[in-house]
Each structure stands twice: as C-alpha cells, then as structure tokens.
C-alpha cells in the first residue's frame, strides 16, 4: 500500500488483538542520535500519486498463539515440476551492516544486477486471497521473491504471512501502520516506533525473526530513520522499477506497465503489492512473460536474521495479552466432574 489508507481502515480492527492507540509509550524514551551515514544515499522521493483506498472489511483470520509457534524447519531442497519455470537464477546474501540501500529510484551506490536481471519485491503482506494467489503463482513457476509485511497486517493475518516464510522467500517489514515516516506530524520516537514495533510485529507473527530489509512506506525516506536504520544495521529497499500497481485498473495494465520499463531499463528490482487484487491476477502471466522475455530472476535474502529490540518484543507481547473474549466452547471451560 503506498497510500494513507492503512490507519483510517485499521481503525475499524478495534475487534483485533491489537487496539489501534494509546498502548505503546510515545516520548519518554530518548532514541540513539542518529548518525548521518545513510542519510547522505538518499535523493528526493518521487511524488507518487495517491492511489484509491480499499474498502475491504479488515477481518483477522488467524491468531498468534501465546506461545510463539516454533520456527520452521528448513526445507529440503525442492525440486521443480514445471520445465518452463521461471525459477531462480541466482541467490545473493546481503550483509546489511550500516544498512545499506538497495534500488536505483533512491539509492546509486550498489549495482549488482547484470543485464535482464530481476528482484521481484512485494509490499504491504499479508492479505487474504491476494497473498495466496502470488504465492501460488510464484511456487508455479518456482521462483523466490521479497515480501515486505505491514506489522498491523502481520497480527491480523499471521498464518498467511507464515506461508509466505515456509515457501521459502525472504520476509521484510515495512513499518507497524504504514505511516509516512516522512510527514512533519511524526517526531523522532513516533517514527522508531513505527519501525520497530512493525519489526517486532512481523517477527511474533512469523514466530522467527524476519530479514533486517526495510522498506518505506511511499518510499518516503525519511533521513534521520535512514541514519537510525543504519545504526540498526537494517537494509533499505527502494526499487528500480515501480509497477504503480495500486493504481492500475487491471492486470493487464500491471503487466504492460512492468514489461514496458524493464524493455527500457533492461533490470532491476520491481515493486508490486501482493495486497493488490490486479497484481495476484497478474502474477501467473507476468511471470511467464518474464520468462519468455529471457528475464532471470535473482533472489535476496539477509546473511543474518533481523534483531529486534527486546523491549519492542515484550510491549507487544504484554499488548496481546489484552483481556480477549473467550472463544472456546464452554464445555471445555465448564465441566461435570461428578453428579
Ligand atoms: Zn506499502
């Protein structure tokens, strides 16, 4: 989502685990001083236009056990059943380090993709239906991309943003509400908050720490957050190639808009969103263009897990603890011992 759409609609989640204010601290705690050193990648965000706001009901379809649920167990290597897949030509691992910054929109340093090569970069993950087609579209043909998960999304859709792990692609975050971390209305503690109680999220939805990528929301770089993310050792993502999926009327519109910049620019990192209908439609015949179109795929994904901060970790936790309805049976809580 690279609209505002996400925090008037989360307001309706009031029935989520989650309540959508006031539980987190706000200023009382002074963050590191930022250091300056991504903040120097950066060049100005395009303006993007705003795109419509979903009217989907926000509804939660899984829940995050108490318990987080145990990582799992890498999987054997799969083979593929599909001869014409797509698949992936390379795999790279990322030392994130003093959060280096990745996509050419906003950031010159790091070319490493050569000639027809793609990222593939999903935001705003997890959502029903549309999370699951791309998944299915990208098992299909075998390849592995980048999510880039909402942490408001991650508690209301844990056991999809799950799926996305198990398959194998590399699970980022993207702040906890997808504010703008641009905007003048955020100060420096709202902005770390948005950041890390997203990662903190993203990682008791998984059960499993996520990869240290970040992405902005609008790719709207903020340059303090930039410098903070350095210091948190958490790579950036803008992109090479934006699909404007959110504003496309349909999936052939998403496609003819990816394939006619990458004819032109001939690589790079594409930006979609598995939370957008046209885009899941679009899944199964854009990849088969790319793969008709002698496009190789190349998978990112993190040397090392992300850190979260512990006391990010235990405020959300402690959050989900919240007094909650009971939904068992009564025969399960009441029962006749003797009569
Ligand atoms: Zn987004």
Redesign the pocket.
Same mark, same amino acid.
């Given at each position: 989502? %690279?609209n505002a759409f996400g925090l008037m609609l989360m307001s309706l989640a009031a029935a989520t685990l989650i309540a959508t204010g006031g539980w987190f601290w706000n200023s009382h705690r002074s963050s590191a001083a930022p250091q300056t050193f991504a903040a120097a990648q950066a060049t100005p965000a395009p303006v993007h236009a705003k795109p419509l706001a979903s009217r989907d009901p926000i509804e939660t379809t899984g829940s995050i056990p108490e318990k987080a649920p145990a990582a799992p167990a890498p999987q054997p290597k799969q083979t593929c059943a599909n001869p014409d897949a797509l698949g992936v030509s390379r795999v790279v691992e990322i030392d994130t380090t003093g959060g280096p910054g990745f996509g050419f929109e906003h950031f010159k340093q790091i070319d490493f993709l050569g000639d027809k090569e793609v990222v593939l970069s999903f935001?705003?993950s997890p959502w029903p239906v549309n999370t699951p087609a791309v998944l299915k579209a990208l098992a299909d043909q075998c390849t592995k991309a980048m999510f880039?998960s909402?942490g408001k999304h991650a508690t209301f859709h844990p056991e999809i943003l799950r799926q996305v792990a198990a398959a194998g692609h590399t699970v980022g975050t $993207?702040t906890w509400s $997808?504010a703008n971390l641009n905007s003048k209305k955020l100060n420096e503690q709202t902005v770390k908050d948005e950041i890390e109680k997203g990662n903190s999220a993203v990682k008791l939805a998984l059960g499993t720490a996520p990869a240290p990528f970040f %992405?902005f929301?609008?790719l709207q770089h903020n340059p303090a957050a930039m410098a903070y993310l350095g210091t948190r050792n958490i790579a950036m993502f803008s992109c090479d190639l934006d699909s404007f999926d959110f504003r496309a009327k349909s999936p052939e519109q998403v496609i003819n808009t990816v394939m006619t910049k990458l004819e032109k620019q001939g690589k790079g990192i594409i930006l979609m $969103?598995d939370f957008q209908k046209h885009t899941a439609e679009a899944m199964p015949e854009l990849l088969r263009r790319l793969k008709a179109g002698g496009y190789k795929v190349v998978f990112m994904k993190p040397k090392a897990p992300m850190q979260t901060l512990p006391e990010y970790d235990e405020a959300l936790i402690k959050d989900m603890k919240m007094p909650v309805a009971s939904a068992r049976p009564v025969s399960s809580v009441v029962q006749t011992v003797s009569q």
């Open positions: 989502m %690279r935001d705003d880039f909402i $993207h $997808h %992405r929301p609008e $969103h």
